[in-house]
């Protein structure tokens, strides 16, 4: 088997990939060779995303709110019809907030669940149909904050990004039977123009040993290995991309 990184007429959605590190991601496999559908919300936002990636037939626009479940079948559905199949699926939410235990409302709980783990839950299952055709890739990016906890007043986010490590892995063992693989990236990443990241960022830096925090680079190469077929034994994992912390974690 040839170990190489090549995507070359593959299909690939990334979700929440016109900014940040979706967009590393998503022009990580575009460079590769894959056939990639750039997402978000705004289709202001999605258009720019593509014209700053070169524009051209590989590059797909899937614009639309995946947090409103209505909405997910037929943004789902148009990009895939627009790649012409789908070998990779990348939910790259990760949007969180800071708020105290005891000042978080149910409306607050709901929108940081349902901008992580459950948009990435109804997003995956309306990909499921493609991915069986082509025994595809599901990768998860979640956070470190939710195997080792965060800063102060971060329960919210640590709870969804948690809740979807634990969801991957119950993905993972329902869907190897049909030859889709599902795992998690978990990066020690901070969206500098994300609410609170600030408040990550300093959290993150002084906890790592490498004293920073991920590059998107690195969060990118990440999802990269196992979305590539030569990781097709690894499922169910959780890819850990945290410059050391949890290790430092345990032992500190």
Known sequence: ????????????????????????IAEAFHELGANVAIHDASSVQVE????????????????GDLAKT?????IVH????????????????????????????????G?????????????????????????GAVVHVAS?????GGPTGAVGYATASGATVQMTRMMALELAAEGIRVNAVCPAWAD????????????IKKRSPLGRIATPDECAAAVLYLAAPFSRYTMGATLVADGGIASGHYVA
Request: proline residues 3%.
């Open 78 to 109: 148009k990009a895939i019809s627009d790649l012409g199949r789908l070998d990779v699926l990348v939910c790259c939410a990760m949007q969180g907030s800071l708020c105290a235990i005891d000042r978080i409302s149910e409306e607050d709980f």
């Open 111 to 135: 929108r940081v669940m349902g901008a992580n783990t459950k948009k990435a839950f109804f997003t995956t299952q309306a990909c499921v149909p493609a991915l069986r055709a082509t025994r």
């Open 70 to 74: 209505a909405n997910v079948e037929g």
């Open 48 to 63: 720019k995303a593509v014209r700053g990636l070169g524009g051209g037939s590989r590059l797909v626009a899937a614009p």
């Open 1 to 24: 088997m040839t170990i190489q990184f090549d995507f070359s007429g593959k299909g690939v959605f990334v979700t929440d990939s016109a900014t940040g590190l979706g967009r590393r």
């Open 144 to 148: 470190m904050i939710g195997l080792v």
């Open 192 to 203: 500098a123009d994300g609410p609170a990241a600030a408040v990550f960022a300093d959290y």
